[in-house]
């Protein structure tokens, strides 16, 4: 257990719709950061977020958004969504700050769009 | 532009063998660090190693062992006396020290490993 919690572990949902994936970083951790891992396109970075503020977005469409909130928790919500959008998607987080460190991965979520 | 690459998609081998990942790496930065990530079929990534640019030094934690090699920008792991249990994708990555420590992924390594 890496100790980062994502809900929910499954999500089916229709084209054009709108979820909310939530996760939880590691105690202590100031660091989150969202990946996609899909078939086509393998594990991409979509964006990161220290101590509540945006720090890097990587290939993140424009129907998708993220935020920190002041307890650190994090949102990646997807909108207008697309069959193409159904992948696993997690959330990592790492202790942040200056310098690289290892990120610990949640469980995931694998989000399916019919 | 940085790049992972993890020329091997499948290898299967019979428990007992030893068996080595390859990886690839391309960056134009003198600082940057390499990780080796485990994807069991339950699905969740697990980290294994991080290695920093500067230090070339082999490492070893049990069956596990990581050779670095800046002359050929490869970072490869070998599983030892392989086990059915560590059949699982195993991902490198790479990251620099731009302003953001985001992971770049090579495509994976599907590993199975036969009684």
Known sequence: DSGVTQTPKHLITATGQRVTLRCSPRSGDLSVYWYQQSLDQGLQFLIQYYNGEERAKGNILERFSAQQFPDLHSELNLSSLELGDSALYFCASSTGGTGVYEQYFGPGTRLTVT | ?115
């Open chain 2, 1 to 115: 532009a940085q790049k992972v690459t993890q020329a091997q998609t499948e290898i299967s081998v019979v428990e007992k063998e030893d068996v080595t990942l390859d990886c690839v790496y391309e960056t134009r930065d003198t600082t940057y660090y390499l990780f080796w990530y485990k994807q069991p079929p339950s699905g969740e990534l697990v980290f294994l190693i991080r290695r920093n640019s500067f230090d070339e030094q082999n490492e070893i934690s049990g069956r596990y062992s990581w050779n670095f090699q800046k002359s050929t920008s490869s970072f490869n792991f070998t599983i030892t006396a392989s086990q059915v249990v560590d059949s699982a994708v195993y991902f490198c990555a790479l990251s620099d020290t731009d302003n953001t420590d985001k992971l770049i992924f090579g495509t994976g390594t599907r590993l199975q490993v036969f009684p």
